[in-house]
């Protein structure tokens, strides 16, 4: 059995941008012994019972951790912001392959995200709902005049992003200009 301290500070870098940008433990804890996953599922429980870390509610959302649910509940009654309320939503719903509490509090969550990038981030844990009304909302984004949102809305639902990169691209003169003139 490998050392679990050692495991933890793997599957839970420092949370900072160099550290967990691009970052994914999928792999480690695909790699982890029964008897290593439920050491590392009982001391992931404790971190997140001390500290809101949606890395430590993703990891314990793959090993598909049901004791942490209500440690996962409490961090989503917790939360005042409507972003994270969907994120501790959708991992409490994907750990029950299904909650229809879980599904309205997020969609009722995502009605008061107005700021952009915080839309364009729960896109994709929107769309893990699998939710024909949630979809629907974020269909509404799909045609969006800017390009991040529409783009970020479509993959999230899987639709072809070809359109609105040709949109995009137009707009800014790639296409139609010489690759010298695209600076100018």
């Known amino acids: 059995m490998r050392n679990i301290e050692h ?4 599957l839970i870098p420092p949370s900072d941008y160099q550290h967990r940008n691009g970052f994914s433990n999928e792999h480690i804890v695909l790699s982890l012994s029964e008897n290593e996953k ?8 404790e971190m997140l019972e001390k500290k809101e870390d949606d890395l430590i509610g993703e990891t314990l959302t793959i090993m598909k951790s049901t004791d942490s649910l209500p440690t996962l509940r ?3 009654d917790l939360s005042q912001s409507p972003t994270m309320k969907i994120i501790w939503a959708s991992y409490i719903n994907e750990i029950k392959s299904g909650d229809g509490e879980m599904k309205k509090i ?30 629907d909302e974020i269909r509404n984004y799909i045609n969006d005049k800017d390009y991040l949102t529409a783009y970020n809305a479509r993959t999230s639902l899987g639709i072809d992003t070809t359109e609105i990169i040709n949109r995009e691209q137009i707009k800014n003169g790639i296409g139609t200009k010489k690759w010298w003139e695209i600076w100018k």
Do not use: M
Request: hydrophobic share 40%; net charge positive; aromatic share 12%.
């Open 106 to 135: 997020a969609l009722n969550e995502f009605y008061k995200v107005s700021e952009k990038y915080s839309q364009i981030g729960i896109f994709h844990h929107l769309a893990k709902f699998c939710d024909s009304r949630i979809n």
């Open 38 to 45: 439920t050491e590392v599922e009982r001391n992931l429980i």
């Open 7 to 10: 495991l933890l500070k793997e």
């Open 74 to 76: 409490k961090r989503l």
